[in-house]
């Protein structure tokens, strides 16, 4: 798709494509792909062979194969299945088993952050039971231990698993993390008392902070701080969000991007001295290595690192740098030695970026003016990246182009800025305030765009997902087969119709039936009613975390408005006015006995107070708030919620029991009990919370798991 590939597309005497590489690595991640989502080996064979099988027929058909090119991609799909396999069986599946085990071990201290909680995350390098493996120590802080030092613990394993708030399993796992360990004893501390770069590079790191702390307010320090290094405490969830929900969200992890920028400043540099290629290619080497060491390195700042490497070292062997071929040796080379990366979020949109901006935007813009090149190479990456950040995020921005267009300037200015100071050893910190008016300037544009009608787009159900994935590969292939715009223009806009005509539909009929999911865990329960487009959220625990889960829940689901907020007590309310400031909320009901001055506002009202029974609507459904229980009424049916002390009895069809295991038996066909042990359950009950209850008008109902 770019000029390289027409250049060398085919030998001179022979039909067949001398892309190996290119074919190697997409048949290879298709591998790994397919034996990830397979579940067990009955189920896996047959659905590895039909798929794959049915894909190459499709494609030698088309004459988009030839024989040799099929036998290659068929060889990569099997040594990818096998590698995963062999993954999952020899380290993954081993080191899952040790959940709650208790063992003595050692290992070598490699990164230290200070978390919000005063705590300190050590990530040590060690080997349990001859693995090799990553794993967070959690603990209080201990004088002494630094970068490069040995400890030895006697510690207790903890499986990593998913939490709906942060969803962390899966990122845990693309970095190579499986264990974590909260509960140890310290029994051994060997400092590293020769050289270490890392350790260095990290107190030089600690030194910049507290200089661009000193200097600037919380809030553009930390905007700062988590484009130079990836540090993100300081900035608070709704800056988080809207930078995010702008599309420039990148900018805070530390990514390619910060790469590229901190290589080209030092290309800038290093070119004054007209250095021959070698000497350049050493440079860019070590700059990549202390860049890596210096900041919290991830999948997506080795793959630029490679990328980078292999354009610098084009010129020492008489080649060209080609951009796809490049991009495939940087995935094949991260998943060939850890297969786990291919369930990273950053590793699949850091790769869509590179693929919008370094393939698709100078094939399709190359025809276009060169005033509308750039703004038309950013929508390519927003496009390129829409089907990544749709299936593994839920939702896509759709001011990304507008965003980098306008924001990203800001924070590259503030960003180079923070370079320059990290370069020159905090001499040039006179500068700070000026990246800190950047960041300001950025931050506050980035909240009221996210406020915007239309700034981004939740997908939240499975089968439009599926049809994004779809959708992506039809294009990819017409482009393919083609190599021509029109024909690839014209299928995107058709596909993109199909999408927004499935989404009007898909809205049209959840309209039309009652959405109730249980947020929380275990004791601590909050209720998010949605009917009819219109949303209320009922806090059942007044626990703080609740405030956590209502937002993810309505960020997931792309809801920007709730009728609604009903709070149990006093608690939690400072936690939700903190994470749900781009959410408007009509109105506020608390009982009467919470000690609430009447001149605190919440999100811009004095809250009311529950004195009796108050029945409100929300949508096409009743909604009855009491002190005591909370009655749904739809099409119908009932649905109680209440405490679990209470003895009474109730008949509803559905019956949420929260706080504990109540000592009564309800007649309902479906009974929630957020903290009860799963095994005292029949088959319509559940445990636990983070379930999303569905029920259409003729009684059926759908628990779906929002965890899973």
Request: net charge negative; aromatic share 8%; charged share 15%.
């Amino acid at each position: 798709m770019n000029a390289d590939h027409a250049k060398h597309s085919n030998k001179a005497d022979s039909g067949v494509c001398i892309r190996g590489v290119e074919y190697f690595t997409f048949a290879w991640i298709a591998g790994l792909l397919l034996a990830f989502v397979s579940s067990d080996w009955a189920f896996r064979l047959p659905l590895l062979l039909g798929i794959w099988a049915g894909g190459l027929t499709g494609l030698c058909l088309m004459k988009l194969l030839h024989r040799k090119t099929l036998l290659l991609c068929t060889l990569a799909a099997i040594l990818a299945t096998g590698a995963w396999f062999g993954y999952e069986r020899n380290i993954l599946r081993p080191l899952e088993a040790l959940d709650g085990q208790r063992l003595l071990c050692s290992g070598t201290v490699k990164q230290i952050r200070v978390l919000d909680n005063d705590r300190i995350r050590y990530t040590l390098s060690m080997r349990i039971n001859g693995i090799p493996t990553t794993v967070d120590w959690y603990i209080s802080d201990i004088a002494g231990i630094e970068i490069g030092d040995e400890v030895t613990l006697d510690a207790e394993f903890t499986r990593i698993e998913s939490d709906y708030r942060y969803q962390s399993l899966s990122g845990s796992i693309g970095n190579g993390k499986i264990l974590r360990i909260y509960d140890s004893t310290l029994c051994d501390h060997r400092p590293d008392t020769g050289f270490s770069l890392r350790r260095t590079l990290h107190d030089y790191r600690q030194s910049i902070t507290q200089i661009i702390r000193e200097t600037l307010p919380v809030e553009e320090a930390g905007l700062l701080l988590g484009m130079l290094f990836g540090e993100k405490q300081a900035l608070s969830e709704t800056v988080t969000t809207a930078l995010f929900h702008t599309g420039i969200g990148h900018i805070t992890s530390v990514s390619g991007l910060h790469l590229v920028f901190f290589c080209t400043l030092l290309g800038l540099i290093l070119n004054r001295f007209h250095l021959p290629p070698k000497a350049m290619f050493a440079a860019t080497f070590c700059s990549i290595l202390i860049f890596s060491l210096m900041v919290d390195s991830s999948v997506a700042v080795y793959r630029s690192g490679l990328m980078l490497l292999l354009a610098a070292a084009a010129p020492l062997f008489g080649r060209y740098p080609d951009t796809l071929r490049s991009l495939c040796w940087a995935m094949l080379i991260c998943t060939v030695f850890t297969p786990y990366v291919i369930v990273s979020a950053s590793f699949w949109l850091s790769v869509s970026g590179v693929f919008g901006i370094g393939i698709a935007a100078p094939w399709i813009t190359r025809h276009l003016p060169k005033r509308l090149r750039s703004f038309a190479s950013l929508c390519c990456v927003s496009i390129a990246v829409f089907p990544a950040s749709i299936v593994l995020c839920g939702e896509s921005s759709l001011l990304s182009p507008i965003g980098n267009l306008i924001l990203l300037p800001l924070s590259v200015g503030a960003l180079y800025i923070g370079l320059l100071v990290v370069c020159t050893g905090g001499l040039t910190a006179f500068l700070l305030p000026i990246a800190g008016l950047l960041c300001r300037l950025t931050t506050e544009l980035a909240v009221w765009m996210a406020k915007l009608p239309f700034a981004f787009l939740t997908i939240s159900s499975a089968q439009m997902q599926a049809f994004v994935v779809l959708a992506a590969g039809c294009v990819l292939l017409v482009a393919w087969k083609t190599k021509r715009q029109a024909p690839t223009a014209v299928m995107a806009a058709v596909l993109t119709g199909m999408l927004a005509i499935g989404l009007f539909l898909e809205s049209r009929q959840n309209a039309s039936r009652l959405q109730i999911a249980v947020l929380g865990t275990e004791t601590q329960s909050t209720v998010v009613l949605t009917a009819d487009r219109h949303t209320w959220v009922i806090d059942l625990t007044d626990a703080a975390k609740n405030a956590e889960y209502v937002s993810q829940y309505l960020e997931d689901y792309g809801i920007r408005h709730i009728d609604g907020l009903t709070l149990s007590g006093g608690r939690a309310a400072a936690a939700y006015q903190e994470l749900l400031q781009t959410v408007e909320v009509q109105e506020i009901w608390m009982p009467e006995d919470v000690v609430w001055r009447d001149d605190m506002q919440l999100f811009g009202q004095t809250p009311q107070k529950l004195t009796a029974e108050q029945t409100v609507s929300v949508g096409n459904a009743l909604l009855t708030l009491d002190m005591e229980r909370h009655r749904i009424q739809w099409q119908g049916y009932d649905v109680i919620l209440l405490d679990h002390a209470c003895e009474a009895s109730v008949e509803a069809l559905i019956v949420l029991r929260y706080g504990g295991e109540p000592a009564v038996s309800d007649t309902c066909g479906i009974w929630i009990v957020p903290a009860v042990d799963a095994a005292k359950l029949d088959a319509q009950s559940y445990a636990g919370s983070n379930y999303l209850l569905t029920v259409w008008p003729d009684g059926r109902i759908r628990v779906t798991d929002l965890e899973s």
